[in-house]
């Protein structure tokens, strides 16, 4: 049976951390796989989450089934720093935990699936994985650009795939820091495509990964939230993996927004069912520090605390590299006003590979780079190799 399986290639983004791994140059660059580094390059678990960590350890009684929910504390206490003042919508949004994003995002296509959706349309480039889950499915996809050269968001192509989407269809979006270009909509774009959203019934499925990494807790959700308020129903994908640090513990959520709360019921009993049959249950530990930080004033101020240092830091190496310019035949500029862990670079698969092999500097194959993989003592080999590549 087994033979008849046609052999996979490994993730291209994941096998760039073995990659990377394997090489023995000191001054190399690991601009790979979206995670968090310091000035220093390290990634390390925030204090926050190491004191709620200790606290669990302490206060945790029961390691029991929680259920295909997971922890609801946790996913109540996340709901005001992504919906605002009033969290539930009056009632009308509710959630439940899910393994990462990925969990989250897979969830909302399988459910919107089971509701009906057939087509999906979404921005490209995108993260892959968004394609991968998407074919697994059997969905269809849909592409339009997401951006235009002049490195700006493509509203239009936003707008035309939205108000000529029939039955059945659904529109994938980024709430901020847009993976893999940095390249977010305006507050007056998210205007626009809440009106055309809720004109032509298409669903919004919007997955929120970065929250708090571009410009601030409410600054990243503001586009979401104005969605949300002209819109009857929506799927929201949220990730803690980056924001609180988690990544391998996987720790994400699942929110629908619906017309009523009968509706709502009825969406989660489904949600539920879809979760048991592919994970059962998602793990705990990750869920249950962030909620710990949550519900505790002095955790949550040093939780937040650290992530404005994360983006401080990711904003001053973008705005280091816009002075820098021009590298080669690279413009700098834009860098400095895309948002997030993400930019992507004019280079071609070639130069990336020469960037790899000649300088010891890795990013995905689609020119994608990690600003947080640059300190402010690698930049400028960073941007003299750019310059040797392209120049
Ligand atoms: C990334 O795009 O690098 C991250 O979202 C990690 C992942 O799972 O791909």
């Not at 949300?228 to 949220?238: G, M, N, Q, R, S």
Request: proline share 4%; glycine share 10%; with cysteine.
């Amino acid at each position: 049976m087994l033979s008849n399986l046609e052999p996979q290639s490994p993730d291209a983004l994941l096998a760039l951390i073995k990659l990377h791994a394997a090489d023995e140059r000191t001054d190399k660059i690991d601009l790979g796989v979206g995670v968090y580094r310091t000035g220093q390059g390290d990634t390390p678990v925030f204090g926050a989450i190491k004191a709620a960590e200790r606290k669990l350890l302490e206060e945790q009684t029961s390691k029991s089934y929680l259920g295909p929910e997971g922890d609801m504390g946790f996913v109540t206490a996340l709901m005001p720093y992504i919906f605002g003042a009033d969290p539930t919508m009056g009632g009308r949004i509710n959630g439940m935990q899910t393994p990462g994003g990925t969990g989250a995002v897979r969830l909302a296509l399988a459910l919107a699936q089971k509701a009906g959706v057939n087509r999906l349309h979404m921005g490209t480039p995108s993260w892959p994985n968004h394609a991968q889950i998407i074919n697994d499915l059997e969905l269809e996809l849909v592409a339009f650009d997401h951006a235009n050269t002049d490195g700006t968001a493509n509203l239009d192509a936003l707008l035309g795939a939205i108000r000529g989407a029939g039955k059945g269809e659904a529109v994938l979006l980024h709430g901020c820091c847009h993976n893999p270009t940095g390249i977010d909509y305006s507050a007056e774009d998210w205007e626009a495509i809440g009106d055309a959203i809720a004109e032509t019934g298409i669903f919004p499925i919007i997955d929120t990964a970065y929250h708090g990494l571009g410009h601030g807790l409410d600054e990243d959700v503001a586009g979401l939230r104005s969605v949300l308020a002209k819109v009857p129903e929506a799927f929201i994908a949220y990730s803690c993996d980056k924001n609180f640090g988690m990544y391998r513990d996987r720790v994400g959520a699942f929110y629908v927004m619906t017309e009523d709360t009968d509706v709502l019921d009825k969406a989660f009993s489904n949600a539920n069912a879809l979760a048991r049959a592919s994970w059962s249950m998602p793990p705990d530990h990750g869920a249950a520090a962030v909620r710990l930080i949550l519900r505790d004033p002095d955790m949550t101020a040093q939780w937040q605390d650290e992530l404005t240092q994360m983006r401080d830091r990711m904003r001053q190496v973008r705005s280091t590299l816009a002075e820098a310019g021009m590298a080669g035949s690279v413009d700098l500029t834009p860098l400095g006003t895309q948002n997030g862990l993400f930019s992507v670079l004019p280079v071609s698969k070639e130069q990336v590979v020469q960037l790899r092999e000649e300088h010891g500097i890795y990013m995905a194959g689609s020119g994608r780079v990690n600003i947080a993989g640059l300190t402010m003592g690698n930049i400028e080999k960073f941007v003299n190799a750019i310059a040797a590549v392209t120049g």
